[in-house]
């Protein structure tokens, strides 16, 4: 384990580590942005997690660079289960003194690796966690648009709880004893869950300006909305719901979990299933009763004891009640 208090050289070995499950369209993409860093002292750590399709020969074309590693898995470990993606053993497998993560159908832009290591030069020695701003490049458009989460420094784990997710899932740049303090064995390893457990303990800094790009198209793992909620249900009631955070935040952490219990029953709802709604709806209010007040809540209670028809009637002539769907990347 590193030592926190340590001074950290001026060009540190950075491992930036790519999961890939058939990506093969996009990893080679993604594998070049990281070796196109302006910042030279890197290293780069892609996995094959079981890829059924061409991923691991699109990988292999860049087995010859010296700076890359190769990680190859015959089975795939998805994310929910612990060791997910293999990016544990990527990390205890990586050398850096910081990671950062890069998803196989992403990017990185040329200075964000040499942006965030010139931040820690400057910034507090409690600092864990350097993120950064984004784009997201919708392919059915061929369009990219800003992309900004929020733009808060210091003690964090608050705004989590109050405004949800701070960083772009990609943003990071992160001190390895991050992940000594929150291991990387849990079953959100390698998901933007790990940066918010890293918030419980860990100050935050931000370069403003937009340095990745996440790419929307159709295979995204989050446009599966049934198997991502259930994901994070198991991330929040093991890490928040039943772990050390209540006692830091208290009443804060049953908000944040109900704030994304009743943004995927809303989700549900748009798609006229009633069933996943209510029951996305009413973990909410369990969890806190005050949000019986929201105007969207007091909607969709109603709209749940409709008949489908006519709830189906209500949403398609009333712009959806505004229940307008949220995307998690977890």
């Known amino acids: 384990m590193l030592n926190s208090s340590k001074r950290y050289n001026t060009t540190p070995l950075v491992s930036i580590i790519i999961p890939c499950y058939n990506y093969e369209k996009f990893v080679g993409k993604s594998i070049e942005s990281a070796l196109n860093q302006t910042y030279g002292n890197i290293e780069v750590i892609v996995i094959d997690n ?3 399709d061409n991923s691991l020969l699109e990988i292999e074309k860049f087995s010859n660079n010296k700076k890359v590693k190769i990680l190859r898995f015959k089975n795939n470990n998805p994310p929910g289960k612990k060791g997910s993606f293999h990016v544990g053993d990527a990390i205890e497998e990586s050398k850096g003194e910081y990671i950062s993560m890069l998803y196989a159908d992403d990017w990185y832009l040329p200075n964000k690796i040499a942006k965030q290591v010139e931040l820690f030069d400057r910034t507090h020695s409690s600092t864990g966690v350097v993120y950064c701003h984004g784009y997201r490049y919708f392919e059915s458009l061929n369009k990219e648009i800003e992309w900004k989460m929020q733009s808060v420094r210091g003690y964090v784990f608050k705004d989590y709880l109050l405004n949800g997710d701070v960083v772009i899932p990609i943003s990071p740049l992160v001190k390895r004893y991050c992940y000594d303090v929150i291991g990387v064995k849990n079953i959100w390893t390698g998901t933007e869950y790990d940066i918010l457990m890293m918030s419980q303990f860990f100050d935050f800094d931000f370069v403003d300006e937009h340095l990745v790009v996440m790419r929307d198209h159709n295979n995204n793992d989050a446009k599966n909305i049934y198997s991502v909620y259930q994901r994070v249900k198991s991330f929040h009631t093991e890490a928040l719901l039943t772990g050390d955070a209540k006692s830091r935040a208290g009443r804060l952490v049953a908000r944040r979990v109900a704030m994304d219990y009743l943004a995927y029953g809303l989700n549900f709802m748009t798609r006229l299933d009633m069933k996943y709604a209510k029951v996305a709806i009413f973990d909410a209010i369990r969890l806190y009763p005050l949000y019986i007040f929201k105007p969207k809540l007091l909607i969709s209670l109603f709209l749940l004891f409709l008949p489908l028809n006519v709830a189906k009637y209500f ?16």
């Open 315 to 330: 949403l398609k002539n009333s712009g959806k009640m505004y229940l307008l769907e949220k995307e998690i990347h977890v």
């Open 50 to 52: 079981g890829s059924t």
